[in-house]
């Protein structure tokens, strides 16, 4: 699945995160560190398990947990309409 940002999303780098503002609602979602670094990830064109395997190059027991916790955040960010998946 590749994602792109909605048309009305603007995102913040902040020293804790990211934070993800859709224009035309008014609504924010604030990502931290992981969930930041996970999305640009994605927007570069990277799969969830490249995804995964990037955020535990360090630990690559927690591959299986974090690849679950990168389709869980897509899947999120789908729903809230904050990112488009094609």
Not at 16 to 27: I, K, Q
Not at 37 to 59: F, K, N, Q, Y
Not at 67 to 86: E, N
Request: hydrophobic share 45%; no cysteine.
């Amino acid at each position: 699945m590749t994602i792109a940002l909605a048309p009305d999303l603007t995102t913040t780098d902040t020293e804790d995160g990211m934070v993800l503002l859709n224009e035309r609602t008014g609504r924010y979602w604030m990502l931290n560190t992981t969930g930041a670094s996970t999305l640009r990830l994605a927007l570069a064109g990277r799969s969830a398990e490249e995804v995964a395997a990037e955020l535990t190059a360090g630990s690559p027991q927690d591959a299986s947990r974090a690849l679950d916790d990168v389709r869980t955040l897509m899947g999120s960010l789908v729903r809230a309409r904050l990112v488009v998946a094609s």
